[in-house]
């Protein structure tokens, strides 16, 4: 009599296959090409029409300078602008503002980070956890950061502390709620796979729910720190004595509205620059994704 042949069984329980799986097709590498360049020339114009806009601006500010539409006490032609940001870059002095702001971003940025991280993943991971704290943190977000000022100020003083506190806060707000919503959002089937191979709970999180919430935590984060940076120039204009905001506040008090300007571009710039940094790192973070996934 000829007897069945018994699977062997692999470390998990399962049944391994008896014949070897057959490999994927390849995909033709010049179709691979193709696709390359369609989304290099998808992206390169996706760049030229976010030029149109600012560059508009631009001349529109120019000639108001060169007819006179605006006086220039008022609205400084393009030239002044640069000028002067260019004389506070050479003695140093925007320097100088700047990495004290950039010190106080990243400092409140990283109690937000920190905090929003826990708050985020245990509203995300115990649904008990987040029926009773989501009403109350949705409730605390909804205030903006402009509006714990007074509070603040009276709890803490004027201070540093002042500042973390108020970027802290607007820092945690989008990334406890994206890393909220990345958890839940992670496909019950890679759930339940990874239960059918009786992976800990440990190992469920770092293999499965931390990776496939890594996308919308890391948008959170990007969030997070763009919001930091508006509220740490909000905070500055408020109240301080030096930083990038004060800069724009102490231009305002003598009229040197060149100076404004400079500072605002300042402002601008390093705004871009966080968020590009950002992009690539995130690019880089997910280089093991699949498009499509």
């Known amino acids: 009599m000829q007897k069945m042949a018994i699977p062997a069984l692999n470390a998990a329980g399962l049944s391994s296959p008896t014949h070897p799986l057959e490999p994927l097709p390849k995909v033709p590498a010049r179709r691979v090409s193709i696709l390359r360049n369609k989304a290099s020339w998808a992206w390169a114009g996706r760049s030229l029409w976010a030029w149109p806009f600012p560059l508009a601006v631009l001349a529109l500010w120019q000639l108001s ?38 010190v106080r971003v990243f400092a409140g940025f990283g109690i937000g980070l920190s905090l929003g991280l826990l708050l985020g993943g245990a509203m995300g991971l115990s649904p008990t956890f987040r029926d009773y704290v989501f009403p109350l943190f949705k409730a605390f977000s909804q205030v903006p950061v402009i509006g714990w000022l007074p509070l603040l100020i009276l709890v803490v003083g004027i201070d540093e502390a002042l500042k973390f506190l108020l970027i802290a806060k607007a820092a945690l707000v989008p990334v406890a709620i994206n890393t909220c ?7 019950n089937r890679l ?41 740490l120039v909000v905070v500055e204009l408020l109240a301080s004595s030096e930083g990038i905001g004060f ?8 009229f040197q509205l060149d100076v404004v300007l400079a500072a605002v571009l300042a402002v601008d710039i390093v705004g871009f620059v966080i968020d590009k940094l950002l992009a690539v790192s995130e690019a880089w973070l997910l280089r093991w994704r699949k498009p499509g996934l």
């Open 65 to 102: 300078a060169v007819w006179g539409w605006v006086p220039e006490q008022v609205l400084p032609p393009p030239a002044a602008v640069f000028k002067v940001f260019g004389e506070l870059l050479a003695s140093g002095e925007l320097w100088d503002h700047l990495r004290i702001s950039m």
């Open 181 to 187: 919503q990345g958890i839940q959002n992670v496909p």
């Open 191 to 231: 759930v339940e796979v990874a239960r059918v191979y009786g992976f800990t709970r440990w190992q469920m999180l770092r293999k499965v729910v931390f990776p496939a919430a890594t996308a919308p935590i890391w948008n959170g984060v990007r969030y997070g720190l763009t919001h930091a940076w508006l509220a």
């Open 247 to 254: 800069l724009i506040v102490y231009g305002r008090q003598l």
